[in-house]
């Protein structure tokens, strides 16, 4: 993606999900580029300068913010985006907390935005997003399936959730509460379809599965990315629905389902991470229904879904 600010041309890489990789002059000179462990930011390398460590440290948050920037030579602070700031994002960055007169610039801000500086916005991929007062400029663009305020940013809720789409948070829990968004890219389905199957979905993992209060939403993407969405193919057929190993983010689905509609929620099951001969919906015997532990093991640490980013981040 080109940029052009302040008399200067830079180009921002990105990788297929969505992750910013690093600026580059107009001539192709890296100007800061991002080292990732998963979906946090590790590490930084700034083009060589007075003052500018090479390589700086990130210390990101448990949701994958950003907060400090550690010279790797000096082992001092040289930015820093505090924890204890405002919720939503308002504060600014302090840019020379060594107070050495330098700063030091750097863009990312929640999971997923840029800062730029130019619109004082966050680029959140699918939006922008005002940090001042905590919402998005552009209404959502799955409608109101993310809910009745298109404009929330990760329904009020900052501290719990991220939204590095632009749409809404993939798994936030606030202690028994319990909100999951499975995003889909539709392949060959009608609208009737997507609402058949989307209903199904959402009916059965949505309710009270033991002290777990669970609201669980269907995202309609219109385009795949890769590592972030699901890609199902939907046809009519008297076909067994699937779901492909390894990372179970693409399938092959069939109306009416082997099984009826608790075929679509046994498959939703492997797109948040489950496997079969589980309990619950994941068993053999798809007349048992989501149950607690079904919730249980989609939160789990280590969950295949979070791991590569297929709808339970």
């Not at 999971?111 to 959140?124: D, F, I, K, M, R």
């Amino acid at each position: 993606m080109l940029r052009q600010a302040g008399g200067k041309t830079t180009s921002t890489l990105y990788d297929e999900s969505g992750q910013w990789l690093g600026e580059y002059s107009a001539s192709g000179v890296p100007l800061q580029q991002v080292v990732w462990l998963e979906n946090y930011p590790i590490a930084v390398f700034s083009e060589s300068s007075a003052g500018v460590p090479v390589l700086g440290y990130v210390q990101p948050d448990h949701l994958g913010t950003p907060r400090v920037i550690i010279d790797a030579t000096r082992n001092v602070p040289v930015w820093e985006w505090a924890l204890t700031g405002e919720a939503f994002g308002a504060d600014a960055a302090n840019e020379d907390p060594d107070g050495d007169g330098i700063a030091f610039g750097f863009a990312l801000r929640f999971p997923g935005q840029q800062a730029t500086p130019e619109s004082g916005l966050n680029y959140n991929y699918q939006r922008d997003y005002d940090a001042g007062v905590g919402r998005y400029v552009q209404s959502d663009p799955i409608g109101l399936a993310a809910g009745v305020n298109t404009y929330a940013y990760v329904g009020g809720n900052p501290v719990s959730a991220i939204d590095p789409l632009g749409l809404i948070g993939y798994v936030c829990q606030k202690g028994d509460n319990i909100g999951i968004a499975i995003p889909i890219n539709f392949q060959g389905a009608t609208q009737a379809q997507i609402a058949h199957i989307t209903n199904a979905i959402e009916s059965a993992w949505s309710g009270k599965f033991g002290p777990y209060d669970v609201k669980t939403v269907v995202q309609s993407i219109s385009t795949w990315h890769i590592g972030t969405t699901n890609g199902i193919s939907v046809g009519v057929a008297d076909k067994p629905s699937n779901v492909h190993l390894p990372h179970m983010n693409e399938g092959n689905w069939y109306l009416p389902g082997q099984w009826g509609d608790a075929t679509f929620a046994h498959e939703a099951g492997h797109l948040l991470g489950l496997g079969d001969y589980g309990p619950g919906i994941m068993g053999r015997n798809l007349t048992v229904p989501v149950n607690e532990q079904n919730i249980k093991d989609t939160l789990t640490a280590g969950n295949e879904a979070i791991r590569h980013g297929c709808g339970c981040d």
